[in-house]
Protein backbone atom coordinates (compact mmCIF):
# COMPACT_ATOMS: atom_id res chain seq x y z
CA UNK A 1 0.00 0.00 0.00
CA UNK A 2 3.20 2.25 1.00
CA UNK A 3 4.14 1.75 -2.94
CA UNK A 4 0.92 2.49 -4.25
CA UNK A 5 0.51 6.16 -2.30
CA UNK A 6 4.24 7.04 -3.29
CA UNK A 7 3.37 5.98 -6.68
CA UNK A 8 0.25 8.14 -6.75
CA UNK A 9 2.21 11.15 -4.92
CA UNK A 10 5.44 10.75 -7.28
CA UNK A 11 3.80 12.40 -10.47
CA UNK A 12 2.59 15.57 -8.56
CA UNK A 13 5.94 16.34 -6.90
CA UNK A 14 7.53 16.36 -9.84
CA UNK A 15 5.36 19.01 -11.54
CA UNK A 16 5.52 20.67 -8.92
CA UNK A 17 9.59 20.45 -8.23
CA UNK A 18 9.36 21.33 -11.90
CA UNK A 19 7.46 24.42 -11.32
CA UNK A 20 9.44 25.93 -7.99
CA UNK A 21 13.10 24.93 -9.47
CA UNK A 22 12.88 24.70 -13.60
CA UNK A 23 13.74 27.97 -15.64
CA UNK A 24 11.01 29.96 -17.54
CA UNK A 25 10.83 29.58 -21.11
CA UNK A 26 8.17 31.15 -23.36
CA UNK A 27 6.69 29.12 -26.13
CA UNK A 28 4.82 30.60 -29.48
CA UNK A 29 1.83 28.66 -29.82
CA UNK A 30 0.70 27.71 -33.11
CA UNK A 31 -2.13 28.28 -35.36
CA UNK A 32 -5.44 26.71 -33.15
CA UNK A 33 -9.01 25.88 -34.01
CA UNK A 34 -11.03 27.90 -31.96
CA UNK A 35 -14.13 25.59 -32.26
CA UNK A 36 -12.30 22.80 -30.62
CA UNK A 37 -9.89 24.81 -28.39
CA UNK A 38 -11.99 24.59 -25.06
CA UNK A 39 -13.34 20.91 -23.77
CA UNK A 40 -14.37 21.07 -20.69
CA UNK A 41 -12.27 22.80 -18.05
CA UNK A 42 -8.95 22.48 -20.53
CA UNK A 43 -7.40 24.43 -23.22
CA UNK A 44 -5.48 22.56 -26.04
CA UNK A 45 -2.81 24.12 -27.91
CA UNK A 46 -0.15 23.33 -30.20
CA UNK A 47 3.21 24.99 -30.58
CA UNK A 48 5.69 25.43 -33.44
CA UNK A 49 7.90 22.76 -32.66
CA UNK A 50 5.05 20.36 -32.34
CA UNK A 51 5.39 20.94 -36.29
CA UNK A 52 8.03 17.97 -37.81
CA UNK A 53 8.19 20.45 -41.20
CA UNK A 54 9.52 23.62 -38.41
CA UNK A 55 11.70 20.82 -36.49
CA UNK A 56 13.08 19.22 -39.57
CA UNK A 57 15.04 22.43 -40.81
CA UNK A 58 17.21 22.09 -37.45
CA UNK A 59 20.57 20.27 -36.71
CA UNK A 60 19.88 17.01 -35.36
CA UNK A 61 16.71 16.51 -36.99
CA UNK A 62 18.69 13.81 -39.12
CA UNK A 63 20.01 11.69 -35.76
CA UNK A 64 16.47 11.66 -34.57
CA UNK A 65 14.88 10.76 -37.80
CA UNK A 66 17.30 8.14 -38.28
CA UNK A 67 16.53 7.02 -34.59
CA UNK A 68 12.76 6.68 -35.69
CA UNK A 69 13.74 4.37 -38.09
CA UNK A 70 15.34 1.98 -35.88
CA UNK A 71 12.53 2.65 -33.31
CA UNK A 72 9.58 1.07 -35.96
CA UNK A 73 11.79 -1.78 -35.92
CA UNK A 74 10.02 -4.44 -33.87
CA UNK A 75 13.41 -6.44 -33.20
CA UNK A 76 15.31 -3.79 -32.60
CA UNK A 77 16.45 -3.30 -28.57
CA UNK A 78 15.86 1.08 -29.00
CA UNK A 79 12.23 0.31 -29.70
CA UNK A 80 10.20 1.10 -26.97
CA UNK A 81 12.41 5.03 -27.10
CA UNK A 82 10.93 7.82 -29.08
CA UNK A 83 12.15 10.67 -26.99
CA UNK A 84 14.20 13.75 -28.62
CA UNK A 85 15.42 16.79 -27.05
CA UNK A 86 14.37 20.44 -28.52
CA UNK A 87 17.27 23.32 -28.29
CA UNK A 88 15.82 26.56 -27.08
CA UNK A 89 17.45 30.07 -27.16
CA UNK A 90 16.35 32.43 -24.66
CA UNK A 91 15.54 36.24 -27.45
CA UNK A 92 17.90 38.95 -26.98
CA UNK A 93 15.09 41.01 -24.97
CA UNK A 94 13.93 38.31 -22.77
CA UNK A 95 12.62 41.52 -20.36
CA UNK A 96 9.92 42.66 -23.06
CA UNK A 97 6.31 42.30 -21.93
CA UNK A 98 4.77 40.29 -23.71
CA UNK A 99 7.47 37.99 -23.63
CA UNK A 100 8.96 36.91 -26.73
CA UNK A 101 9.13 32.90 -27.76
CA UNK A 102 12.20 31.24 -27.10
CA UNK A 103 13.93 30.30 -30.82
CA UNK A 104 14.46 26.66 -31.35
CA UNK A 105 18.01 26.28 -32.69
CA UNK A 106 18.60 22.34 -32.57
CA UNK A 107 17.21 18.82 -31.98
CA UNK A 108 19.30 16.15 -30.07
CA UNK A 109 18.32 12.40 -29.82
CA UNK A 110 20.06 12.53 -26.46
CA UNK A 111 19.81 15.26 -23.38
CA UNK A 112 22.85 17.72 -23.96
CA UNK A 113 25.25 18.37 -21.17
CA UNK A 114 26.91 22.05 -21.02
CA UNK A 115 24.58 24.15 -22.36
CA UNK A 116 25.35 27.73 -22.76
CA UNK A 117 23.14 29.94 -20.38
CA UNK A 118 20.84 31.18 -22.42
CA UNK A 119 19.41 27.92 -23.58
CA UNK A 120 17.73 25.28 -22.49
CA UNK A 121 16.60 21.58 -23.81
CA UNK A 122 13.16 20.65 -23.57
CA UNK A 123 12.30 16.75 -24.05
CA UNK A 124 9.69 15.67 -26.48
CA UNK A 125 8.57 12.45 -27.79
CA UNK A 126 7.04 11.09 -31.17
CA UNK A 127 4.41 9.28 -31.34
CA UNK A 128 2.95 8.03 -34.62
CA UNK A 129 4.18 11.67 -35.86
CA UNK A 130 2.41 13.74 -32.93
CA UNK A 131 5.00 15.56 -31.53
CA UNK A 132 4.45 16.11 -27.85
CA UNK A 133 5.82 17.97 -24.58
CA UNK A 134 3.57 17.86 -21.86
CA UNK A 135 2.47 21.18 -22.36
CA UNK A 136 -0.75 20.48 -24.98
CA UNK A 137 -3.16 20.77 -21.74
CA UNK A 138 -4.25 22.98 -19.44
CA UNK A 139 -6.84 23.14 -16.63
CA UNK A 140 -8.04 26.71 -15.95
CA UNK A 141 -10.32 27.61 -13.40
CA UNK A 142 -13.66 28.32 -14.62
CA UNK A 143 -13.56 32.00 -13.69
CA UNK A 144 -11.58 32.86 -16.27
CA UNK A 145 -12.33 29.80 -18.75
CA UNK A 146 -15.04 32.78 -20.86
CA UNK A 147 -12.29 35.21 -20.59
CA UNK A 148 -9.34 33.58 -22.61
CA UNK A 149 -11.89 32.37 -24.79
CA UNK A 150 -13.38 35.41 -25.98
CA UNK A 151 -9.47 36.91 -25.93
CA UNK A 152 -8.63 33.90 -28.17
CA UNK A 153 -11.15 34.56 -30.74
CA UNK A 154 -10.20 38.18 -30.99
CA UNK A 155 -6.82 37.49 -31.93
CA UNK A 156 -7.74 34.90 -34.16
CA UNK A 157 -9.97 37.31 -35.84
CA UNK A 158 -8.01 40.24 -35.78
CA UNK A 159 -4.67 38.47 -37.27
CA UNK A 160 -5.92 36.40 -39.82
CA UNK A 161 -4.51 32.51 -40.44
CA UNK A 162 -2.21 33.55 -42.11
CA UNK A 163 0.24 35.45 -39.31
CA UNK A 164 1.23 34.54 -36.27
CA UNK A 165 -1.08 34.50 -33.29
CA UNK A 166 -0.61 36.79 -30.82
CA UNK A 167 -0.28 34.44 -28.09
CA UNK A 168 2.63 32.23 -26.39
CA UNK A 169 2.86 30.08 -22.94
CA UNK A 170 5.07 30.44 -20.15
CA UNK A 171 6.67 27.03 -18.80
CA UNK A 172 9.44 25.86 -16.28
CA UNK A 173 11.82 23.51 -17.78
CA UNK A 174 13.45 20.99 -15.09
CA UNK A 175 16.86 19.52 -15.16
CA UNK A 176 15.94 16.63 -16.77
CA UNK A 177 14.00 18.33 -19.78
CA UNK A 178 10.33 17.64 -18.44
CA UNK A 179 8.34 20.97 -18.17
CA UNK A 180 5.04 22.56 -16.88
CA UNK A 181 2.67 25.07 -18.09
CA UNK A 182 3.00 28.27 -16.25
CA UNK A 183 0.91 30.66 -17.24
CA UNK A 184 -0.40 32.20 -21.19
CA UNK A 185 0.14 35.31 -22.34
CA UNK A 186 -2.41 36.30 -25.00
CA UNK A 187 -1.38 40.38 -25.98
CA UNK A 188 -0.23 41.82 -23.47
CA UNK A 189 -2.78 40.07 -21.11
CA UNK A 190 -1.26 37.28 -18.65
CA UNK A 191 -3.66 34.23 -17.21
CA UNK A 192 -1.74 32.31 -14.52
CA UNK A 193 -2.31 28.71 -13.80
Known amino acids: MALQIILILAVPAQAFYTQMNGRSIVLQTAPVDPYSLFQGYSVTLGYEISNGQNLSKLPGWKDVEAKRKVERDPLSAEA ?36 PANQVALRGSDRQGRIRYGLETYFIPEDQRDDINQQ ?33 WLRDKRYQF
Open 152 to 184: INQINQAQGESSKPAFVVEAKVGAGGNAVPTAI
Open 80 to 115: ASNEFYVILEAPADADRRPPQAWKPVAVATNRPNNL
